[in-house]
């Protein structure tokens, strides 16, 4: 993988490349950023960086050995960790490590989701077990096959079974010598903080529009007007943007069934919120976040309506009528709560939250949030 390669984050990128020309490589970098900015890419673009034999300022060669093997993930000094469905014969990353190659050399910009639906096992929680540790700590305690580092990458610790984390702390406190660790993961809040608190952050930013925008014109052949709609829906998220390219069916969908539920919440029409729940509920969990993204959207596009320039909503169409008319209920005297009670629903979501008790309890919410009428502003 090379820096090149990967969208944006300039940033991100001279500050590795620097750790790696002043030889000061921190041996435990933990990458936090949002699914679809990166920072799996990243990890495996610094690996690169690192081994590479001809190395410029600005990037890898691509072209010497070590840059191919690890073009291909397969140097014998870099190691996976990453989230599994357990089953009698998958134990362990090794188990998956040919098809975990393909799916990120198809996509480096894989999200968790597609990484679980390429092994067809999206009804399972998929986890990194106890098992995993043991399996680290073997393989880091041999000898380097070419010399230099190695190197551990650990996508989404944060899925990592809590005894397996606990048996990884020593080893990130004293490692062997020559020994780097990348932790690259979309939710710091749920690793446990002995493990932060070991390693050096490394903020990967959510990529902006403009950036996402560019990419889909260039790579994709999309009009400007259909890729600025897609890199809004994405919120920062490429790998969200590309799916939404095959999907704007399902963008279409989200705007019915959010315009139904709005309108079925403000008055409160049980029948007709109950029918959007119908609907909502037999979507996968995965497509109940994404539809809450969608509410957050526009929800933000509502707030650009009533407090910025009108002329940086970025909607078109039916979008654009629906927020034109639906602005007018999210105002500041509830869009904070409206927002904090869509972020802990797509939280319970993900905690396995029955999806009709949450989406009724929000249709609650939501009726009590639309009816607050808008603050008197005191002269």
Same mark, same amino acid.
């Given at each position: ?6 969208? =944006? ?11 790696? @020309? ?12 949002? @699914?679809?900015?990166?920072? +799996? ?54 188990? +998956? +490590? ?14 968790? !989701? ?5 092994? =067809?096992?999206?009804?399972? !929680? ?7 540790? =043991? ?90 007007? %259909? ?7 994405? %919120? ?8 939404? +390219? ?8 989200? &705007? ?9 919440? &403000? ?10 729940? %119908? ?12 539809? &809450? ?7 933000? @596009? ?58 009724? %309890? ?6 009590? &949030? ?10």
């Amino acid at each position: 993988m090379l820096f090149r390669n990967i969208l =944006g984050q300039d940033d991100v990128k001279q500050r590795l490349i620097q750790s790696v @020309e002043g030889n000061r490589i921190p041996h435990a970098q933990l990458m936090l950023g949002a @699914e679809g900015s990166g920072g +799996l890419a990243l990890a495996v673009a610094y690996a690169q960086y690192i081994y590479c034999i001809n190395k410029t300022a600005q990037d890898s060669c691509g072209i010497c050995p070590a840059c191919q093997k690890c073009q291909k993930l397969v140097h014998p000094d870099l190691h996976f960790v990453f989230p599994i469905a357990l089953s009698k014969d998958v134990r362990q990353s090794d188990d +998956l +490590l040919a098809d975990f190659r393909q799916s990120f050399i198809r996509d480096p910009y894989l999200s968790l !989701q597609s990484w679980v639906a390429d092994l =067809g096992a999206e009804n399972k !929680q998929p986890v990194i077990p106890v098992e995993e540790s =043991g399996s680290i700590l073997r393989k880091l305690s041999f000898t380097t096959f070419e010399g230099g580092y190695k190197i551990m990458i650990i996508w989404l610790p944060e899925k990592m079974n809590h005894q397996a984390a606990n048996k990884l702390l020593k080893i990130l406190e004293e490692p062997p010598n020559k020994t780097l660790f990348l932790l690259v993961t979309e939710q710091e809040d749920q690793l446990l903080r002995t493990i932060v608190s070991r390693t050096q952050l490394i903020p990967v930013p959510k990529l902006p529009d403009s950036v996402i925008t560019k990419a889909l014109i260039e790579h994709a052949g999309m009009t400007e007007e %259909d890729a600025v709609k897609l890199a809004f829906l994405s %919120d920062g998220n490429y790998s969200a943007a590309r799916k939404l +390219l095959s999907e704007n069916e399902q963008a279409a969908l989200y &705007l019915k069934l959010f315009q139904e539920w709005m309108r079925a919440c &403000l008055k409160f029409d049980a029948r007709k919120v109950a029918d959007v729940i %119908d609907d909502l509920a037999p979507l996968k969990r995965e497509k109940h976040k994404e539809f &809450l993204r969608y509410a957050l959207g526009i929800l933000r @596009e509502c707030l650009l309506m009533n407090y910025a320039d009108p002329s940086q909503v970025r909607l078109r169409g039916e979008e654009l009528a629906f927020v034109t008319k639906f602005s007018r209920f999210i105002h500041a005297g509830n869009c904070e709560r409206f927002i904090e009670e869509i972020n802990k629903a797509a939280y319970a979501i993900e905690r396995n939250a029955a999806p009709k008790m949450l989406f009724m %309890d929000l249709s609650f919410k939501a009726n009590e &949030l639309l009816n607050i009428p808008l603050p008197v502003m005191s002269v």
